[in-house]
Structure formats: C-alpha cells, structure tokens
C-alpha cells in the first residue's frame, strides 16, 4: 500500500493566494487567546496546580506531581484557554460566583484529560506542535493520570466548590451526563455517518463548552439564560468541529498544526460527509469508500480533485456560517435574559473569529 501523504501545490479553492499569508483571522486569534491565557494564568492556574500536586511536600506531594505529570505536560503545551475564561465570566451571572476558578479549573483539567484519550484512541502522535502525552509518558500512565484526574474533577466540585447543595447536586450531574455524552463519541462507528449524526457528536465531543457557561449557574432560577447559552453551546461546538476537520485539510487546526491527519488515519470528518452528500458518480463513490474502509488507497490529489468538482469548500464555509448565525441568534437571546456584558464581548468576537479562519484559510488554499 502506497502511503496517501499530503501534496503540494494544489489549487487554492476559493481564490490563488499563497498558502500561510498572515491574516487578520490569525491577528484576532492571537489576541484572543492572549486575553484567554492572561485569565488562565491570573485566575485558574494557581488552583490547576494545587489540584495536580503543586505545593504538596514530602513522599506524598512527589508521588502526586508524578501522577499527574501527563496532565501538566498537556496543559503546558495547550494554547486556548477559553473553557476557562467563559466559566470565569459566565460565573458573573451565577448565585455562586466564589466558585467560578473551581469550575473553571475544572474544566481545563478535564478538557486536557479528553485530550490525551483523544490522542491515544486516534495514535496520533502530534498535539499543539509538541509530542502527545501517551508518546511521552506512555499509554497506561496517562490512562491512570487521567482517571484519577476526572475522579478528582467530580470531588472538586461536588465538595470544594462553594454552593448551595442544589447547586452542587445540579453541577455533579451536569459532569456526569456531560462525560458520559463524550465518552459514546469514542465508540467505534461504521461508513461514513450523515451530517445529523455529525452534528449531534459534534455536540458531544466539545460539550466541555456547555460545562464551562453553564456550571456557573448552577442554582440559578434564570432558566432562559441557561436555555440560550446552552443553545449558543450546541451551534458553537457543531461550528467548532467543522473548523477544526475542515482546516484539517486546508492549513492545520487549531490544536494540530499537521495537516491531512484525518485523510491518512481514514477518519471521514466533515469535508469527507459533506462530499459523500454531493451526489458522487459511482467511481467517485467508490473510490472515497474503499479508501475510508481501509481497502484501497486513493491520493491527497485525487481527493482534492473531487473537493473542487463537487464544489465541497464553498458548501462546507456555507454549513459553518449557518451554524454561527444560530449561535448569534442565541446571543441575541442571552442579551435580552441579561447575560453578563463582560462574557457577551467575549462570545460575540469568538463566533467571528470562527467565520474568519475557515474563509481565511480555504482562500489561502490546501497545502
């Protein structure tokens, strides 16, 4: 079998600009995630460390910070912090606000856990430009880092988390359905799924953003603000999925800077979905379907000459932007319900920088 590889110089699929011009979608991308690490630094890191060890004396503090050595080192080399940012002001409209770095924390340690599974189901051997911890660490210490972590996520806020006891009873099963959800998005699936089911473990796999703005209002009698930003979540996480698979093949992720990842390990992500919908001539079926079943090799080029004949960028920009436009419909909403005006600047600006980067990077082309 011939490797399928990644190749050069293919036609950009919206216009002919060289590929990596700097861009202000990467210029607003980079200002956002400066302002979500400054929050992460200022407030969630000094409990993230706590939480893995840092500080501890003696036999015991050692053993602790060996632990969970893979869950720093993943945090170490993470660039978004937004999980935590938005639990941090999302908390403003809580009853319990004392408690927005425990659930921001939370939520980081969490997000990075599901990292070094992802990365470990997948064999992928690349994160954030660095190594993947289960390389570095190795599989069965990052399984036991990682499961005592989530056990410790539960204690930190069903017991350390300020709160009334229907505030915490509300977080503890929000965490539990919410790992439950992303845990069925490992399980092993067959073909190619539909655009539905994309969507729905779209949700799944990402609802780390529905733990991060709504834990902080866990008691809260605001029901049609939970309602709102719970809708905001669910289009946000879909759009972010697409992202992500989609400059899977036009320029790298936002957490893997390879390229062609999904192509070579024959996951059908997004672009390969929403091809499959385009009424595909029988060879051209054919061809996609025994490459992703494992049977037959097809080239990076090949694939890329059915993106451009059956138009699969522009219909894949276009899915994205329908699923921002619902997220600021929802906004709109959690304006009216009296969402905090500090976490609406924040959201606002996120849903465009989403829109950006996806039509930045397709103009600028496949590798």
């Not at 945090?75 to 809580?94: C, D, V």
């Not at 069965?140 to 806020?157: E, N």
């Not at 503890?172 to 399980?187: D, S």
């Not at 946000?236 to 936002?254: A, E, I, P, Q």
Request: aromatic share 8%; with cysteine; hydrophobic share 40%.
């Amino acid at each position: 079998m011939t490797s399928p590889g990644a190749t050069q110089g293919v036609p950009s699929p919206i216009s002919g600009r060289p590929h990596g011009m700097p861009t202000s979608a990467m210029a607003l991308q980079d200002r956002m995630l400066a302002e979500f690490q400054a929050v992460y630094v200022a407030s969630i890191e000094p409990t993230v460390r706590r939480a893995l060890g840092d500080g501890d004396s003696g036999i015991l503090g050692r053993f602790r910070r060996w632990l969970y050595a893979p869950l720093g080192y993943t945090l170490g080399n993470r660039r978004n912090f937004f999980r935590g940012a938005f639990a941090i002001k999302a908390s403003r409209a809580g009853p319990h606000p004392e408690a927005a770095h425990i659930l921001a924390a939370s939520v980081e340690i969490a997000w990075s856990s599901a990292l070094i599974l992802d990365d470990i189901i997948d064999r992928s051997n690349e994160r954030e430009g660095q190594a993947a911890a289960y390389r570095v660490f190795g599989t069965s210490r990052c399984l036991v880092a990682v499961g005592v972590a989530l056990c410790g996520v539960l204690h930190q806020i069903l017991v350390r988390a300020p709160g009334s006891l229907s505030a915490r009873i509300e977080r503890t099963c929000r965490a539990v359905q919410y790992l439950t959800l992303c845990t069925l998005t490992q399980l092993p699936g067959r073909g190619i799924p539909s655009i539905d089911s994309f969507r729905r473990d779209a949700r799944r796999v990402n609802i780390s953003h529905h733990w991060a703005l709504l834990s902080p209002l866990a008691g809260s009698q605001n029901v049609r603000l939970k309602r709102t930003l719970a809708r905001y979540a669910d289009h946000m996480t879909v759009s972010g999925k697409m992202r992500n698979d989609l400059l899977d093949y036009y320029g790298g992720s936002s957490e893997r800077e390879a390229i062609l990842d999904d192509f070579n390990a024959r996951r059908p992500s997004f672009p390969i979905i929403v091809l499959w919908t385009q009424g595909l001539r029988s060879s051209d079926r054919e061809m996609v379907a025994k490459h992703f079943a494992g049977t037959d090799d097809m080239r990076a080029e090949q694939l890329f000459a059915l993106f451009s004949r059956y138009d699969v960028p522009r219909v894949c920009l276009g899915l994205v932007l329908e699923e921002l436009e619902a997220a600021r419909l929802a906004l709109r909403g959690a304006q009216e319900v009296k969402a905090p005006a500090e976490l609406l600047r924040t959201l606002h600006p996120w849903t465009h920088f989403v829109e950006d980067v996806c039509r930045e990077k397709l103009t600028a082309g496949s590798p």
